[in-house]
């Protein structure tokens, strides 16, 4: 599988993941991931930005809110669609643009920042895309990206819970497998059982990489590591919203941020 037939998964997908997510079922995005993500973001007013893999494009907005300048791309038609919508409805300078992040559509140094919220771990040729990140980057610039915890999200994963349902423990296992975009069914665990009837289930190629893998493929890029963060919620949070709970015995998430050297 490539970044082509992934990106067509995902527009298939787009729809029924942009309806839910805007009426609030993506619970971990917004009461976890994103929020994390956002206060480890270093400022970025008047800077120029790329977000990689935008999807509906809801944390484009929120990094624009802060002051950028930002351009996004997403493989699926869809996706752009609704993001560009959104955009029309409320203004605040996006372009957003139909591309793979396999070969983005962008001349070298263009950028001060590219951020990739949950995105990256969806694309097979990882290293093309780092490597094009890198070309789009100026000297000094970051790129900053969210991605499943590979070491508590690897193929086998069983959360284990007491009589009360409450999770206590993580089972993990086939770490070092390659899942080679095995399809993997998936939809919004806080979204209502009418919503499960009526729309269809996500359909995920998976793409697992050992947190090795990473790390070497950042390296090898010529990114110099900054910054990492494993967003934990607080008990308060979970006790409000369920679907948290399981990112309070291992870290569902993992943020990782990277600059291109200054020069050399």
């Not at 973001?41 to 800077?47: D, I, K, M, N, R």
């Not at 508590?152 to 994963?157: A, E, I, S, T, Y």
């Not at 947190?211 to 390296?219: D, G, Y």
Request: some cysteine; charged content about 25%.
């Amino acid at each position: 599988m490539n970044h082509l037939t992934a990106g067509e998964y995902w527009n298939r997908n787009a729809e029924a993941w942009t309806r839910l997510a805007r009426a609030g079922h993506d619970v971990l995005r917004d009461q976890l991931n994103t929020p994390a993500f956002l206060a480890s973001l270093p400022p970025v007013a008047g800077l120029r930005g790329l977000d990689l893999g935008c999807g509906e494009g809801h944390n484009t907005r929120l990094v624009a809110r802060r002051g950028a300048s930002m351009t996004a791309v997403d493989i699926a038609e869809v996706f752009i669609r609704h993001a560009q919508s959104e955009e029309t409805r409320a203004p605040l300078g996006i372009s957003y643009r139909q591309a793979s992040a396999v070969e983005l559509p962008f001349p070298a140094t263009e950028f001060d920042f590219a951020t990739a919220f949950m995105s990256l771990m969806d694309i097979p040729e990882l290293e093309l895309v780092l490597a094009e990140a890198f070309r789009v980057l100026r000297p000094g610039g970051f790129l900053q990206f969210s991605i499943l915890h590979p070491c508590f999200n690897p193929p086998h994963r069983h959360v284990c819970r007491d009589e009360e349902r409450r999770p206590f423990a993580l089972e993990v296992g086939d770490y070092f497998l390659d899942t080679k975009g095995r399809v993997h069914e998936w939809f919004f665990g806080d979204a209502a059982q009418a919503a499960r009837e009526r729309l269809p289930t996500f359909q995920i190629p998976r793409f697992h990489r050992p947190l090795n893998e990473w790390l070497n493929l950042l390296v090898a890029t010529g990114f110099r590591l900054e910054h990492f963060a494993e967003p934990c919620p607080s008990e308060e949070a979970a006790r409000i919203h369920h679907v948290l709970q399981d990112a309070l015995v291992a870290a569902y998430f993992l943020h990782i941020r990277v600059r291109k050297p200054a020069s050399g």
